[in-house]
Antibody, heavy 120, light 106 residues
Framework: QVQLQESGPGLVRPSDTLSLTCSVS????????WTWIRQSPERGLEWIGY???????NYNPSLKSRVTISMDTSSNQFSLKLTSVTAADTAVYFC??????????????WGQGTMVVVSA | DIQMTQSPSTLSASVGDRVTITCRAS??????LAWYQQKPGKPPKLLIY???TLENGVPSRFSGSGSGTEFTLTITSLQPDDFATYYC????????FGQGTRLDIK
């Protein structure tokens, strides 16, 4: 059974870096694509970016200058760093798997989500 | 950016009803569309991918159709567990979600 679990600080100061980790169990992150998505009342569901099974990355153009997603195959985890945060980055952050065989089969597994508040 | 627009934003229905939710893309996305169900405090749950393929374990009362720019999610014979918010999502170029359709009990 595949499970994803987000972890990281729930409060981040403005202008600081938001750092989250997603721990994956029941599947290897060397298969499929691994994604970060956030949700807020103001912006709805917003894709942040992914790291592929080979370590390649792709980011939302609107966030690209501030985002880094990386993977650690030894711990079966992947991580998100978002720099220079503002109140607009306050959201529930989800990690998810994009199931990818011959082509994409959408986001089939999700973590429970972690609330991150940006505030002084 | 590909924009996804869902209608209606809110839908009231009764147990046993048949409901349809529409999703329109701002440009053609072929069949690269998914539908999700989300309940409060939970992550979205994948229902349908590639516009019409039912995810394993999802009841057959859910179905999806469409291609290009117009898509529909249909739920036949609504069950109490189906009252939730539904999102469409395109994955043709990057990934964008619709704004959601909240399905309420009438």
């Amino acid at each position: 059974q595949v499970q994803l679990q987000e972890s990281g600080p729930g409060l981040v100061r403005p202008s600081d870096t938001l750092s989250l980790t997603c721990s994956v169990s029941g599947a290897s992150i060397t298969s499929h694509y691994w994604t970060w998505i956030r949700q807020s009342p103001e912006r709805g569901l917003e894709w942040i970016g992914y790291v592929s099974n080979g370590g390649g990355t792709n980011y939302n153009p609107s966030l690209k200058s501030r985002v880094t997603i990386s993977m650690d195959t030894s711990s079966n985890q992947f991580s998100l760093k978002l720099t220079s945060v503002t109140a607009a980055d306050t959201a529930v952050y989800f990690c998810a798997r994009e199931r990818f065989f011959y082509d994409s089969e959408a986001f089939d597994m999700w973590g429970q989500g972690t609330m991150v508040v940006v505030s002084a | 950016d590909i924009q996804m627009t869902q209608s209606p934003s809110t839908l009231s229905a009764s147990v046993g009803d048949r409901v349809t939710i529409t999703c329109r893309a701002s440009q053609s996305i072929s069949g690269w569309l998914a539908w999700y169900q989300q309940k409060p405090g939970k992550p979205p749950k994948l229902l349908i991918y590639k516009a019409s393929t039912l995810e394993n374990g999802v009841p057959s009362r859910f179905s999806g159709s469409g291609s290009g720019t117009e898509f529909t999610l249909t739920i036949t014979s609504l069950q109490p567990d189906d009252f939730a918010t539904y999102y469409c999502q395109q994955y043709s170029r990057f990934y964008t979600f619709g704004q959601g359709t909240r399905l309420d009990i009438k």
